[in-house]
């Protein structure tokens, strides 16, 4: 006969399991001739995989959409790229935020409750700096935002809920509104903690800097709506796609792009910095008969030579860069 576990063995193994010391073999999957899923009770996923593809397409017309806007209001090429998106607890959420974090809670009418658009400060201050004349970039000194700060950076805000708006119209027709601008994760308590959202990480490039943005969707904000958000539905309503591409193609014709030759490079440590005087000469990496580089956007494009046009100093382009 099998040995029997005492009552005390029991309550041991149940508390081992509970603590997570003991976990069951997982091994076999397979049952009966069907494969067996492992089902997180502790986070159920509610949104399915053809959900979740509708969910994807949406927001890459809207990067590509804001993107191409932002371009043109900014004057810099933009680029938004999804990273991820996943179900999870809103307290895991809130756990992958630091503070301070430039979070923008607001409602979606007719949709009840909710969702948030959130923004590293880096990203944040680097789209004020560029809005504002600046070169934009990394900024290192982290603080919440002023008032004005706030304004401006609504105008960025509420343009994005638009697109945002455009690219679910063929789901459901809503309108988004900022209801607050915080920057306490622990402040922002949309939905109980527990309570399964669906997270989307993007990154954004400006030129030659990057930052962090995304999406919080409440699962209970979207619920309404989760037969809308199939593919056959979504494919059904979604004909007219086409139509915004030459205006999407204007749009970028539009952009002004810097262009610049460089003509060099050189090392210095900061005892010559500090030393450097009106008259002094700098040694550059480059011969005087080697081409320079012509950038757009800071990227190198072409190589050529340096010359006169008229009055002005001009640009000849040579020949295609290698590395393009």
Known sequence: MADILRPDEIEALLSALDKGEILPPLEDKK?????????????????SKDQLRVLQMIIENFTRNWGTFLSAKMRSVVHINIDKIGQLTYEEYLRGMTQPWVIVVYSAAPLEGNALFEFSPMLTFGILDKLLGGYGGAYENIRELTEIEEAIFSTVVNDGLRYFRESMKEVEKITPRIESIESNPQFVQIVPPAEIVLSVSMDMQIDDFNGLLGFCFPFLLLEPISNELKTKSYFSSNREVDKYKPLITDHLKNIKLPVSGKLGSAQVNVRDVLDLEVGDVLKLDTLLKDPIEIQVSRQTRWTGRTGLSGKFRALKIEKEAEDF
């Open 31 to 47: 049952m009966f001739g069907r494969f067996i899923k492992e089902y997180d009770f502790k986070r159920p996923d509610k949104f």
